[in-house]
């Protein structure tokens, strides 16, 4: 962030070493809210979250692990993603193109009270492809700004002769996660409060300071499984992909469930090793040979404030052509 940050229709001015603002240094006119630098008390930046209370976030702990952590005002800004962001890559299974895939940050939206990130992916086989094997998968993802857990997950799978459509509601202040799909409710399964899906956790991972040779272990819950995803940090290497040539640390996601990745062998995403943290090769190993998603192009999203709005969808966001 800048060294001053200019939000709202009025005035907000906030430094850059903010941590915490104490309630008797804020002096709030109607339309003017101005905090002086010299006003500003530092906290310990890990904070014991007490039970029932919804902690901000989660990160890395030394040695292993993770811990929770809040902010002061209900969110966490300093992620290396924002909205409007598209991923797009190219699919290969053994060197041989066999579909297209695209994630995006398409907005922010209310989820049970809370402001949470909308995410839409979409994989397609080509039309080579559809003759041996069709792929037509679409997954939704809604998790919060400021924690990264999952609030809100759909995700509608079309592979060959298989078909399923199922939505994932989390309710992290019960513990319990409601199932249901076309047809209607399904059931509830228990959960950790505060748990991801693999998309989130993805996102999670993202967020961290990546060291090499290190270990992080995020709780998840897929479908109705709930389980510690160890992700193992390797070290850095240099890509090229259709979008340019990256400096990357690899990590392994120790996936024991279906999901988005279906458990077909071990997983490996190379993210790259800077503030955007984007993954430009995911590719999974299979007994037949290797399923690689290489980062064909790609759009910056804008980092998340109140009151920010995504970018317009375009034609080019709907099509297929790249």
């Not at 039309?127 to 400021?146: A, L, M, P, Q, T």
């Not at 193992?232 to 988005?260: D, M, N, Q, R, W």
Request: contains cysteine.
């Amino acid at each position: 962030m800048p060294d001053s940050t200019l939000l709202g229709q009025d005035t907000l001015i906030v430094a850059q070493d903010t941590l915490v603002v104490a309630d008797d240094t804020l002096a709030a006119a109607q339309d003017t809210v101005v905090i002086a630098p010299d006003t500003l008390v530092s906290q310990p930046d890990t904070v014991a979250i007490e039970p029932g209370s919804i902690p901000v976030g989660y990160r890395a702990k030394p040695g292993g692990g993770v811990e929770a952590f809040a902010a002061p005002d209900g969110s966490v800004y300093d992620v290396p993603f924002g909205v409007g962001e598209r991923l797009r890559y190219y699919m290969e299974f053994s060197f041989v193109k066999a579909g297209m895939s695209e994630m995006s940050l398409i907005g922010v939206e209310d989820v049970e009270g809370r402001p949470a990130y909308h995410f839409s992916s979409r994989v397609k086989s080509t039309k080579g492809i559809d003759f041996i094997y069709k792929v037509r998968d679409y997954v939704e993802s809604w998790f919060d700004i400021g924690g990264l857990y999952s609030q809100r997950y759909e995700r509608n799978i079309n592979e060959g002769s298989y078909h399923s459509r199922k939505y994932f509601d989390y309710n992290h202040d019960t513990g319990w996660v409601a199932i249901s799909n076309e047809n209607g409710p399904k059931g509830i399964t228990p959960a950790l409060p505060y748990t991801h899906n693999i998309i989130s956790a993805l996102f999670w991972v993202r967020a961290q300071d990546l060291e090499e040779n290190t270990e992080l272990v995020i709780p998840v819950h897929d479908l109705d499984v709930q389980y510690p995803l160890t992700v193992k940090v390797y070290e850095k290497e240099t890509i090229k992909v259709p979008a340019g040539e990256f400096h990357c640390i690899k990590v392994e996601p120790v996936i024991t469930s279906e999901g988005l990745f279906k458990k077909a062998g071990r997983v490996f995403v190379w993210i790259t090793d800077d503030e955007r943290r984007i993954p430009v090769r995911m590719s999974t190993k299979i007994p037949v040979g290797t399923i690689d998603g290489n980062l064909v192009e790609y759009r910056l999203g804008t980092p998340y404030y109140p009151g920010i709005q995504p970018p317009p969808r375009t034609k080019d966001d709907e099509e297929w052509n790249w």
